[in-house]
Protein backbone atom coordinates (compact mmCIF):
# COMPACT_ATOMS: atom_id res chain seq x y z
CA UNK A 1 0.00 0.00 0.00
CA UNK A 2 1.01 3.46 -0.83
CA UNK A 3 2.09 5.52 2.24
CA UNK A 4 1.61 8.49 1.02
CA UNK A 5 -2.10 7.47 0.24
CA UNK A 6 -5.05 9.51 2.29
CA UNK A 7 -5.94 7.10 4.92
CA UNK A 8 -8.86 6.72 7.41
CA UNK A 9 -8.40 7.95 11.16
CA UNK A 10 -10.15 6.56 14.15
CA UNK A 11 -10.35 8.60 17.28
CA UNK A 12 -12.78 5.89 19.51
CA UNK A 13 -13.14 5.63 23.69
CA UNK A 14 -10.73 3.86 25.48
CA UNK A 15 -10.49 2.64 28.73
CA UNK A 16 -9.74 5.44 31.40
CA UNK A 17 -6.83 4.38 33.63
CA UNK A 18 -7.58 3.44 37.54
CA UNK A 19 -4.09 3.58 38.78
CA UNK A 20 -4.93 6.05 41.12
CA UNK A 21 -7.00 3.82 43.16
CA UNK A 22 -4.83 1.96 44.73
CA UNK A 23 -2.57 3.85 45.25
CA UNK A 24 -3.24 4.12 48.79
CA UNK A 25 -2.57 0.56 49.31
CA UNK A 26 0.51 0.33 47.49
CA UNK A 27 1.51 3.01 50.07
CA UNK A 28 0.42 1.41 53.58
CA UNK A 29 1.78 -2.13 51.62
CA UNK A 30 5.24 -0.34 50.78
CA UNK A 31 5.72 0.48 54.83
CA UNK A 32 4.55 -2.91 55.81
CA UNK A 33 7.61 -4.77 53.56
CA UNK A 34 9.58 -2.35 55.03
CA UNK A 35 8.79 -3.41 58.12
CA UNK A 36 8.62 -7.14 57.61
CA UNK A 37 11.69 -7.39 55.81
CA UNK A 38 13.83 -5.45 59.20
CA UNK A 39 11.82 -8.00 61.50
CA UNK A 40 13.15 -11.04 58.98
CA UNK A 41 16.52 -9.46 58.43
CA UNK A 42 16.72 -8.90 62.67
CA UNK A 43 15.69 -12.02 63.93
CA UNK A 44 17.78 -13.81 61.35
CA UNK A 45 21.00 -13.22 63.59
CA UNK A 46 22.93 -11.71 60.38
CA UNK A 47 23.19 -8.40 61.66
CA UNK A 48 23.62 -7.94 66.09
CA UNK A 49 20.70 -7.54 67.85
CA UNK A 50 22.26 -4.57 69.79
CA UNK A 51 22.87 -2.80 66.10
CA UNK A 52 19.55 -3.60 65.01
CA UNK A 53 16.83 -5.14 67.61
CA UNK A 54 13.46 -6.27 65.11
CA UNK A 55 10.58 -3.62 65.38
CA UNK A 56 8.65 -6.38 67.58
CA UNK A 57 11.47 -5.46 69.99
CA UNK A 58 11.10 -2.18 69.64
CA UNK A 59 7.69 -1.86 70.03
CA UNK A 60 7.80 -3.72 73.26
CA UNK A 61 10.14 -1.45 74.37
CA UNK A 62 7.74 1.56 73.93
CA UNK A 63 5.20 -0.46 75.24
CA UNK A 64 7.15 -0.75 78.64
CA UNK A 65 8.46 3.00 78.75
CA UNK A 66 4.53 3.61 77.79
CA UNK A 67 3.69 1.30 81.21
CA UNK A 68 5.90 3.05 83.40
CA UNK A 69 5.14 6.26 82.84
CA UNK A 70 8.70 7.17 81.33
CA UNK A 71 7.23 7.96 77.96
CA UNK A 72 4.57 10.61 78.99
CA UNK A 73 7.28 12.15 81.45
CA UNK A 74 10.07 12.78 78.11
CA UNK A 75 7.25 13.66 75.83
CA UNK A 76 5.91 16.01 78.37
CA UNK A 77 8.47 18.02 78.94
CA UNK A 78 9.57 18.24 75.05
CA UNK A 79 6.20 18.85 73.76
CA UNK A 80 6.23 21.88 76.75
CA UNK A 81 9.20 23.25 75.38
CA UNK A 82 8.17 22.85 71.75
CA UNK A 83 5.15 23.83 72.47
CA UNK A 84 6.00 27.25 73.99
CA UNK A 85 8.87 28.53 71.80
CA UNK A 86 6.67 27.26 68.87
CA UNK A 87 4.18 29.93 70.21
CA UNK A 88 6.50 32.72 70.77
CA UNK A 89 8.77 32.27 67.96
CA UNK A 90 5.99 32.52 65.52
CA UNK A 91 3.87 35.25 67.08
CA UNK A 92 6.67 37.28 67.32
CA UNK A 93 7.41 36.19 63.71
CA UNK A 94 4.25 37.15 62.30
CA UNK A 95 4.12 40.15 64.08
CA UNK A 96 7.52 41.61 62.78
CA UNK A 97 6.82 39.84 59.36
CA UNK A 98 3.64 41.36 58.98
CA UNK A 99 4.97 44.83 59.58
CA UNK A 100 7.86 44.72 57.97
CA UNK A 101 5.75 43.26 54.79
CA UNK A 102 3.21 45.87 55.39
CA UNK A 103 5.24 49.08 55.56
CA UNK A 104 8.72 50.03 53.29
CA UNK A 105 9.56 52.10 56.65
CA UNK A 106 10.21 49.01 58.96
CA UNK A 107 11.38 46.70 56.76
CA UNK A 108 14.07 48.71 55.90
CA UNK A 109 15.01 48.64 59.52
CA UNK A 110 13.93 44.71 59.58
CA UNK A 111 15.06 43.15 56.50
CA UNK A 112 19.27 43.83 56.83
CA UNK A 113 19.05 42.53 60.29
CA UNK A 114 16.91 39.33 59.31
CA UNK A 115 19.05 38.96 56.56
CA UNK A 116 22.03 38.42 58.14
CA UNK A 117 20.81 36.68 61.44
CA UNK A 118 18.55 33.89 58.97
CA UNK A 119 21.68 31.30 58.14
CA UNK A 120 23.28 31.36 61.69
CA UNK A 121 22.57 27.54 62.52
CA UNK A 122 20.24 28.28 66.06
CA UNK A 123 21.52 25.36 67.65
CA UNK A 124 25.06 26.82 67.62
CA UNK A 125 23.58 29.88 70.04
CA UNK A 126 22.54 27.64 72.70
CA UNK A 127 25.55 27.40 74.75
CA UNK A 128 24.97 31.57 74.95
CA UNK A 129 21.56 31.14 75.72
CA UNK A 130 22.62 28.87 78.38
CA UNK A 131 25.09 31.49 79.80
CA UNK A 132 22.18 34.18 79.38
CA UNK A 133 19.38 32.22 80.48
CA UNK A 134 20.78 29.58 82.64
CA UNK A 135 20.68 25.53 81.87
CA UNK A 136 17.08 25.56 82.71
CA UNK A 137 14.05 25.61 80.82
CA UNK A 138 14.18 29.29 79.59
CA UNK A 139 17.76 28.77 77.21
CA UNK A 140 15.79 25.48 75.74
CA UNK A 141 12.78 27.12 74.95
CA UNK A 142 14.48 30.44 73.93
CA UNK A 143 16.50 28.41 71.30
CA UNK A 144 13.16 26.84 70.10
CA UNK A 145 11.57 30.12 69.96
CA UNK A 146 14.54 31.83 67.72
CA UNK A 147 14.18 28.97 65.26
CA UNK A 148 10.89 29.46 64.94
CA UNK A 149 11.19 33.29 64.20
CA UNK A 150 12.43 33.43 61.34
CA UNK A 151 10.82 30.82 58.61
CA UNK A 152 7.59 32.61 60.28
CA UNK A 153 9.15 36.22 60.01
CA UNK A 154 9.89 35.43 56.18
CA UNK A 155 6.83 33.86 54.78
CA UNK A 156 4.75 36.66 56.68
CA UNK A 157 7.07 39.52 55.12
CA UNK A 158 6.96 37.76 51.91
CA UNK A 159 3.28 37.07 51.82
CA UNK A 160 2.27 40.38 52.72
CA UNK A 161 4.58 42.32 50.44
CA UNK A 162 3.14 39.74 47.59
CA UNK A 163 -0.33 40.91 48.40
CA UNK A 164 -1.97 41.70 45.13
CA UNK A 165 -2.22 45.69 44.39
CA UNK A 166 -4.83 45.62 42.37
CA UNK A 167 -6.78 44.50 45.83
CA UNK A 168 -5.23 47.15 47.97
CA UNK A 169 -6.31 49.45 45.74
CA UNK A 170 -10.16 48.23 45.90
CA UNK A 171 -9.98 48.23 49.65
CA UNK A 172 -8.84 51.72 49.70
CA UNK A 173 -11.62 52.57 47.15
CA UNK A 174 -13.94 51.65 49.15
CA UNK A 175 -12.69 53.80 52.12
CA UNK A 176 -9.86 50.94 53.91
CA UNK A 177 -7.75 52.39 56.19
CA UNK A 178 -4.17 51.49 56.17
CA UNK A 179 -4.47 49.41 59.28
CA UNK A 180 -7.72 47.67 58.04
CA UNK A 181 -5.91 47.46 54.66
CA UNK A 182 -3.28 45.10 56.30
CA UNK A 183 -5.53 43.60 58.90
CA UNK A 184 -8.47 42.60 55.84
CA UNK A 185 -6.49 41.84 53.05
CA UNK A 186 -2.90 41.63 53.19
CA UNK A 187 -3.01 39.56 56.45
CA UNK A 188 -5.93 36.91 54.72
CA UNK A 189 -4.41 37.05 51.18
CA UNK A 190 -0.70 35.68 52.46
CA UNK A 191 -2.11 33.16 54.81
CA UNK A 192 -0.70 30.36 52.27
CA UNK A 193 2.27 31.80 52.29
CA UNK A 194 2.57 31.92 56.18
CA UNK A 195 1.39 28.77 56.61
CA UNK A 196 4.35 27.93 54.73
CA UNK A 197 6.45 29.63 57.07
CA UNK A 198 4.63 27.59 60.01
CA UNK A 199 4.94 24.25 58.58
CA UNK A 200 9.13 25.08 58.43
CA UNK A 201 8.71 26.79 61.83
CA UNK A 202 7.25 23.50 63.40
CA UNK A 203 9.70 21.22 61.80
CA UNK A 204 12.39 23.38 62.81
CA UNK A 205 11.50 23.27 66.99
CA UNK A 206 11.38 19.62 66.23
CA UNK A 207 14.48 19.43 65.71
CA UNK A 208 15.77 21.92 67.61
CA UNK A 209 14.65 20.50 70.87
CA UNK A 210 15.67 17.38 70.57
CA UNK A 211 19.21 19.39 69.89
CA UNK A 212 18.81 20.95 73.08
CA UNK A 213 17.92 18.25 74.94
CA UNK A 214 20.95 16.37 73.83
CA UNK A 215 23.22 18.79 74.48
CA UNK A 216 21.55 20.48 77.78
CA UNK A 217 18.93 18.60 79.70
CA UNK A 218 18.33 15.73 81.70
CA UNK A 219 14.98 14.11 80.57
CA UNK A 220 13.03 15.04 77.77
CA UNK A 221 12.96 12.77 74.49
CA UNK A 222 16.15 13.93 72.76
CA UNK A 223 17.90 13.06 76.34
CA UNK A 224 16.23 9.73 76.11
CA UNK A 225 17.79 8.70 72.80
CA UNK A 226 21.45 10.19 73.79
CA UNK A 227 21.22 8.31 76.98
CA UNK A 228 19.77 4.86 75.32
CA UNK A 229 22.57 5.27 73.21
CA UNK A 230 25.43 5.67 75.46
CA UNK A 231 24.51 3.09 77.63
CA UNK A 232 23.88 0.63 74.07
CA UNK A 233 19.97 0.32 74.61
CA UNK A 234 19.01 0.24 71.02
CA UNK A 235 15.28 -0.83 71.07
CA UNK A 236 14.92 2.59 73.61
CA UNK A 237 16.63 4.30 71.27
CA UNK A 238 14.42 3.48 68.87
CA UNK A 239 11.93 3.56 70.13
CA UNK A 240 12.52 7.46 71.15
CA UNK A 241 12.93 7.78 67.21
CA UNK A 242 9.43 6.58 66.54
CA UNK A 243 7.86 8.46 68.92
CA UNK A 244 9.53 11.50 67.57
CA UNK A 245 8.65 10.72 64.29
CA UNK A 246 4.86 10.17 65.08
CA UNK A 247 4.91 13.54 66.56
CA UNK A 248 6.55 14.87 63.39
CA UNK A 249 4.00 13.72 61.44
CA UNK A 250 0.97 15.23 64.20
CA UNK A 251 1.93 18.18 63.66
CA UNK A 252 2.01 18.57 60.12
CA UNK A 253 -1.16 16.90 59.78
CA UNK A 254 -2.47 19.14 62.99
CA UNK A 255 -0.87 22.34 60.47
CA UNK A 256 -2.44 21.43 57.51
CA UNK A 257 -6.06 20.92 59.56
CA UNK A 258 -5.52 24.32 60.84
CA UNK A 259 -5.14 25.79 57.71
CA UNK A 260 -7.63 24.52 55.63
CA UNK A 261 -10.26 25.97 58.28
CA UNK A 262 -8.68 29.78 57.85
CA UNK A 263 -7.59 29.43 54.80
CA UNK A 264 -11.10 30.23 52.67
CA UNK A 265 -11.73 30.62 49.12
CA UNK A 266 -9.16 28.80 47.05
CA UNK A 267 -9.66 26.40 44.45
CA UNK B 1 -23.91 66.23 42.21
CA UNK B 2 -21.45 67.25 39.72
CA UNK B 3 -18.06 66.28 39.04
CA UNK B 4 -15.54 68.94 37.39
CA UNK B 5 -11.76 67.87 35.67
CA UNK B 6 -9.66 70.86 35.18
CA UNK B 7 -6.75 70.49 33.31
CA UNK B 8 -5.94 67.12 34.82
CA UNK B 9 -2.76 66.20 33.74
CA UNK B 10 -0.74 63.34 34.21
CA UNK B 11 3.09 62.28 33.94
CA UNK B 12 4.53 58.94 34.92
CA UNK B 13 7.98 58.61 35.62
CA UNK B 14 9.27 55.07 34.33
CA UNK B 15 12.12 53.04 35.73
CA UNK B 16 14.26 53.50 33.45
CA UNK B 17 13.70 57.84 34.70
CA UNK B 18 11.90 58.60 31.28
CA UNK B 19 8.93 60.68 31.44
CA UNK B 20 5.74 59.63 29.61
CA UNK B 21 3.00 61.88 29.91
CA UNK B 22 -0.49 59.71 29.70
CA UNK B 23 -3.17 62.71 29.83
CA UNK B 24 -2.35 66.19 28.73
CA UNK B 25 -4.73 68.11 30.24
CA UNK B 26 -8.37 66.91 30.63
CA UNK B 27 -11.16 69.53 31.01
CA UNK B 28 -14.34 67.96 31.47
CA UNK B 29 -17.92 68.49 33.34
CA UNK B 30 -20.20 65.13 34.36
CA UNK B 31 -23.25 66.27 35.75
CA UNK B 32 -25.20 64.61 38.34
CA UNK B 33 -26.89 61.27 37.44
CA UNK B 34 -26.16 61.61 33.79
CA UNK B 35 -24.00 58.47 32.09
CA UNK B 36 -20.61 59.34 30.69
CA UNK B 37 -18.44 56.90 28.31
CA UNK B 38 -14.56 57.76 28.07
CA UNK B 39 -13.71 55.94 24.92
CA UNK B 40 -9.98 55.81 23.75
CA UNK B 41 -7.29 54.00 21.86
CA UNK B 42 -5.50 51.76 24.58
CA UNK B 43 -2.99 53.11 26.42
CA UNK B 44 -4.36 56.86 26.21
CA UNK B 45 -4.60 57.05 29.90
CA UNK B 46 -8.17 56.82 30.34
CA UNK B 47 -8.16 54.29 33.27
CA UNK B 48 -5.35 56.90 34.54
CA UNK B 49 -8.62 59.27 34.50
CA UNK B 50 -10.19 57.11 36.79
CA UNK B 51 -7.99 56.22 39.12
CA UNK B 52 -7.43 60.22 39.69
CA UNK B 53 -11.08 60.53 39.97
CA UNK B 54 -10.92 57.61 42.68
CA UNK B 55 -8.25 59.43 44.30
CA UNK B 56 -6.15 56.38 43.84
CA UNK B 57 -3.53 58.21 41.99
CA UNK B 58 -2.35 62.07 42.61
CA UNK B 59 -2.48 63.96 39.92
CA UNK B 60 0.55 66.09 38.09
CA UNK B 61 -1.31 68.77 37.67
CA UNK B 62 -4.65 70.77 37.52
CA UNK B 63 -7.45 68.92 40.03
CA UNK B 64 -10.91 67.36 40.27
CA UNK B 65 -14.17 69.01 41.77
CA UNK B 66 -16.79 67.29 43.35
CA UNK B 67 -19.51 69.52 43.63
CA UNK B 68 -22.37 69.09 45.99
CA UNK B 69 -21.13 65.47 47.88
CA UNK B 70 -24.03 64.50 49.61
CA UNK B 71 -22.85 64.08 53.38
CA UNK B 72 -22.72 60.28 54.51
CA UNK B 73 -21.55 59.22 50.95
CA UNK B 74 -18.10 57.99 49.53
CA UNK B 75 -17.30 60.70 46.48
CA UNK B 76 -16.51 57.30 44.54
CA UNK B 77 -16.50 53.53 44.42
CA UNK B 78 -14.70 51.49 41.56
CA UNK B 79 -15.50 48.80 39.31
CA UNK B 80 -12.28 47.09 37.78
CA UNK B 81 -11.82 45.46 34.51
CA UNK B 82 -9.83 42.64 36.62
CA UNK B 83 -12.98 42.32 39.23
CA UNK B 84 -10.44 42.13 41.58
CA UNK B 85 -12.53 40.36 44.39
CA UNK B 86 -11.04 39.21 47.17
CA UNK B 87 -10.92 34.84 46.84
CA UNK B 88 -11.09 34.31 50.60
CA UNK B 89 -14.55 36.46 51.19
CA UNK B 90 -17.85 35.07 50.05
CA UNK B 91 -20.61 36.72 47.38
CA UNK B 92 -21.75 38.12 50.59
CA UNK B 93 -18.90 39.47 52.07
CA UNK B 94 -17.11 40.78 48.92
CA UNK B 95 -19.80 42.78 48.63
CA UNK B 96 -20.28 43.97 52.00
CA UNK B 97 -16.78 45.15 52.53
CA UNK B 98 -16.86 48.55 51.68
CA UNK B 99 -19.53 49.15 54.52
CA UNK B 100 -17.44 46.76 57.15
CA UNK B 101 -14.54 49.26 56.92
CA UNK B 102 -16.95 51.94 57.27
CA UNK B 103 -18.36 50.40 60.77
CA UNK B 104 -21.67 50.19 59.76
CA UNK B 105 -23.19 47.27 62.17
CA UNK B 106 -23.06 43.87 61.08
CA UNK B 107 -27.09 43.25 60.47
CA UNK B 108 -26.87 46.31 58.72
CA UNK B 109 -24.70 46.21 56.23
CA UNK B 110 -25.76 42.40 55.43
CA UNK B 111 -29.28 43.41 54.72
CA UNK B 112 -27.62 45.87 52.30
CA UNK B 113 -25.18 43.98 50.93
CA UNK B 114 -28.13 41.28 50.19
CA UNK B 115 -30.63 43.53 48.69
CA UNK B 116 -27.62 44.84 46.31
CA UNK B 117 -26.93 41.03 45.44
CA UNK B 118 -30.70 40.42 44.32
CA UNK B 119 -30.14 43.53 42.21
CA UNK B 120 -27.38 42.17 40.17
CA UNK B 121 -29.16 39.10 40.14
CA UNK B 122 -27.14 37.06 42.49
CA UNK B 123 -29.60 35.80 44.99
CA UNK B 124 -28.68 32.67 45.73
CA UNK B 125 -24.93 32.76 45.23
CA UNK B 126 -24.16 34.68 48.86
CA UNK B 127 -21.78 32.07 50.16
CA UNK B 128 -20.07 31.31 46.91
CA UNK B 129 -16.67 32.04 46.84
CA UNK B 130 -15.29 33.98 43.79
CA UNK B 131 -13.33 31.02 42.31
CA UNK B 132 -16.80 28.93 42.33
CA UNK B 133 -18.48 31.60 39.99
CA UNK B 134 -18.30 32.50 35.92
CA UNK B 135 -16.56 35.43 35.10
CA UNK B 136 -19.87 37.35 34.38
CA UNK B 137 -20.71 36.75 37.96
CA UNK B 138 -17.41 37.71 39.35
CA UNK B 139 -18.32 40.79 37.45
CA UNK B 140 -21.97 41.23 39.19
CA UNK B 141 -20.29 41.25 42.37
CA UNK B 142 -17.69 43.82 41.46
CA UNK B 143 -20.43 46.07 40.38
CA UNK B 144 -22.78 44.89 43.73
CA UNK B 145 -19.84 45.45 46.04
CA UNK B 146 -19.17 49.44 44.73
CA UNK B 147 -23.14 50.04 44.17
CA UNK B 148 -23.40 48.84 47.98
CA UNK B 149 -21.43 51.88 49.83
CA UNK B 150 -23.83 54.34 47.92
CA UNK B 151 -21.09 56.22 45.72
CA UNK B 152 -21.64 59.80 44.61
CA UNK B 153 -19.73 58.59 41.53
CA UNK B 154 -19.87 55.37 40.03
CA UNK B 155 -16.07 54.55 38.15
CA UNK B 156 -16.15 51.87 35.79
CA UNK B 157 -13.13 50.65 34.55
CA UNK B 158 -13.74 48.93 31.36
CA UNK B 159 -15.66 46.00 33.17
CA UNK B 160 -16.92 43.81 30.82
CA UNK B 161 -13.45 44.02 29.00
CA UNK B 162 -12.25 40.65 30.28
CA UNK B 163 -15.98 39.05 29.55
CA UNK B 164 -16.74 37.02 26.12
CA UNK B 165 -18.45 38.36 24.11
CA UNK B 166 -22.05 36.88 25.09
CA UNK B 167 -22.00 37.64 28.60
CA UNK B 168 -20.60 41.15 27.92
CA UNK B 169 -23.96 41.89 25.94
CA UNK B 170 -26.24 40.59 28.93
CA UNK B 171 -24.43 42.41 31.62
CA UNK B 172 -24.49 45.80 29.08
CA UNK B 173 -28.00 45.24 29.47
CA UNK B 174 -27.97 44.71 33.37
CA UNK B 175 -26.00 47.51 33.57
CA UNK B 176 -28.34 49.85 32.01
CA UNK B 177 -31.59 48.60 34.17
CA UNK B 178 -29.44 48.99 37.05
CA UNK B 179 -28.79 52.83 36.54
CA UNK B 180 -31.92 53.34 35.02
CA UNK B 181 -33.39 52.50 38.57
CA UNK B 182 -30.66 54.41 40.35
CA UNK B 183 -29.78 57.41 38.20
CA UNK B 184 -26.25 57.04 39.31
CA UNK B 185 -23.67 58.96 37.74
CA UNK B 186 -21.29 57.03 36.41
CA UNK B 187 -17.77 57.69 34.80
CA UNK B 188 -17.53 54.37 32.36
CA UNK B 189 -13.64 53.99 30.77
CA UNK B 190 -14.42 51.61 27.44
CA UNK B 191 -12.75 50.28 23.92
CA UNK B 192 -15.57 49.36 22.91
CA UNK B 193 -17.48 51.97 20.79
CA UNK B 194 -20.96 50.11 20.64
CA UNK B 195 -20.53 49.66 24.20
CA UNK B 196 -20.15 52.93 25.03
CA UNK B 197 -23.18 54.11 22.72
CA UNK B 198 -25.15 51.85 23.75
CA UNK B 199 -24.56 52.92 27.17
CA UNK B 200 -24.12 56.49 28.02
CA UNK B 201 -25.47 60.08 27.64
CA UNK B 202 -22.57 61.09 26.54
CA UNK B 203 -18.88 59.85 24.92
CA UNK B 204 -15.95 61.24 25.62
CA UNK B 205 -13.58 60.09 22.78
CA UNK B 206 -9.80 60.86 23.70
CA UNK B 207 -6.74 61.16 21.64
CA UNK B 208 -3.84 58.45 21.65
CA UNK B 209 -1.02 59.12 24.82
CA UNK B 210 -0.67 61.44 26.02
CA UNK B 211 -4.57 62.08 26.20
CA UNK B 212 -6.59 64.71 25.47
CA UNK B 213 -10.25 65.16 24.70
CA UNK B 214 -10.34 64.81 21.23
CA UNK B 215 -14.56 65.02 20.72
CA UNK B 216 -17.65 65.05 23.29
CA UNK B 217 -21.16 63.37 20.91
CA UNK B 218 -24.26 63.51 22.52
CA UNK B 219 -25.56 60.01 22.05
CA UNK B 220 -29.23 60.80 19.93
CA UNK B 221 -31.11 57.56 21.34
CA UNK B 222 -33.68 57.86 24.10
CA UNK B 223 -34.06 56.58 26.88
CA UNK B 224 -35.08 53.17 28.00
CA UNK B 225 -33.02 51.41 25.59
CA UNK B 226 -33.72 47.97 24.73
CA UNK B 227 -31.28 45.62 22.83
CA UNK B 228 -32.75 46.53 19.64
CA UNK B 229 -30.92 49.53 19.45
CA UNK B 230 -27.89 47.34 18.73
CA UNK B 231 -29.87 46.49 15.47
CA UNK B 232 -30.93 49.80 14.92
CA UNK B 233 -29.14 51.71 11.51
CA UNK B 234 -28.97 54.53 13.18
CA UNK B 235 -27.28 53.06 15.77
CA UNK B 236 -24.67 51.28 13.37
CA UNK B 237 -24.28 54.75 11.55
CA UNK B 238 -23.48 56.36 14.53
CA UNK B 239 -21.01 54.17 16.01
CA UNK B 240 -19.17 54.13 12.38
CA UNK B 241 -18.90 58.24 12.35
CA UNK B 242 -16.84 57.32 15.94
CA UNK B 243 -14.97 54.75 14.42
CA UNK B 244 -13.73 57.14 11.55
CA UNK B 245 -12.99 59.52 14.15
CA UNK B 246 -10.81 56.96 16.18
CA UNK B 247 -9.22 55.02 13.68
CA UNK B 248 -6.35 57.15 12.52
CA UNK B 249 -5.56 57.33 16.33
CA UNK B 250 -5.97 53.65 16.92
CA UNK B 251 -3.91 53.32 14.29
CA UNK B 252 -1.20 55.51 15.79
CA UNK B 253 -1.62 53.92 19.34
CA UNK B 254 -1.06 50.11 17.52
CA UNK B 255 2.03 51.03 16.14
CA UNK B 256 3.53 53.22 18.64
CA UNK B 257 3.41 49.68 20.81
CA UNK B 258 4.68 47.76 18.09
CA UNK B 259 7.82 50.43 17.53
CA UNK B 260 8.57 49.35 21.16
CA UNK B 261 7.77 51.72 24.21
Not at chain 1, 238 to 257: E, K, M, N, R
Request: glycine share 10%; charged share 20%.
Amino acid sequence: MDPNAPHTFVVEPRPEGRGERWNPLVRTASLGAVVAAWEVVARSGAVPAVFLPPPSTVAMELARMAVRGELARSLGLSLGRIGLGFLLGSGAGLLVGTFAGASARVEAVVDPLLSATYPIPKIALLPLLVLWLGIGEASKVAVIAIGAFFPVAVGAMAGIRGTDPLLVRVAVSLGATPLQVIFKVRFPSALPVIFAGLRLAAGMSLLLVVSAEMIAATAGIGFTILHAGDLMQTPRLLAAIVVLSVFGILSTWLLQVLERAVVRGRS
Amino acid sequence: MRVRFESVRKTYRRRNGIEVEALAGIDLVVDASEFVCILGPSGCGKSTLLLIAAGLVPPTAGRVVFEGTPAGHPRTAMVFQEFALFPWRTVLHNVAFGLEVRGVRRAERVERALAWIRQVGLAGFEDRYPHELSGGMRQRVGIARALCVDPAVLLMDEPLSALDAQTRQLLQVDILALWERSRKTVLYVTHNIQEAVFLADRVVVLSRRPGRVREILYVPFGRPRTEDLLADPEFARFCHRIWTSLRDEAQAAMQEADGGS
